[in-house]
């Protein structure tokens, strides 16, 4: 996975209106930390003559809460349409260990190559407050279904 564009910090509202209106969103809300994710298929960038469908996912990480929280893991469950798993886990996002004081938020780019036309991600992030207290925050699940798709269970 890698990271096509990063923000950092924008004023909530301004992040909102930024987004595509019609991209399907997912939502998740652990404490005071609210998370959603956008997910798009990268046509151009894929191949499927070759077994290979490029999605591209943008997230936004809120904080909501009153205390300052650094994201300093993350952990990712890929699922493709014939039900294979792909655990992936790694220090911070893109690179980075953003820290989110209150009233604050993170924006990142990232994508994910799939063998098949259709599977679905989710996740945590593990962060931390000031107070070096240590918490999983979860990514909501989200799919990743071409129009016509069809996952396969069992």
């Not at 909102?16 to 997910?39: L, W």
């Not at 298929?41 to 469908?53: F, K, R, V």
Request: proline share 7%; with cysteine.
């Amino acid at each position: 996975m890698r990271s096509i564009r990063r923000e950092t910090s924008p004023p909530m509202q301004r992040m909102r209106r930024r987004r595509g209106g019609d991209s399907a969103a997912y939502e998740a809300r652990t404490r005071d930390i609210v998370v959603r994710v956008f997910p798009t298929y990268a046509a151009e960038e894929s191949s499927p003559e070759q077994g290979l469908y490029l999605w591209s996912y943008t997230v936004e990480i809120e904080n909501h809460g009153e205390e300052t929280v650094t994201l300093i893991a993350r952990r990712w469950t890929i699922t493709d349409a014939f039900n294979r798993v792909n655990e992936v886990e790694g220090s911070g996002v893109v690179g980075e260990q953003p820290e989110l004081k209150p009233r604050e938020a993170f924006r990142y780019v990232s994508n994910c190559p799939l063998p098949t036309p259709s599977g679905a991600m989710r996740g945590s992030y593990q962060m931390v407050n000031d107070e070096g207290d240590l918490f999983e925050v979860e990514i909501p699940e989200f799919s990743l279904h071409l129009p016509g798709a069809a996952m396969k269970l069992n």
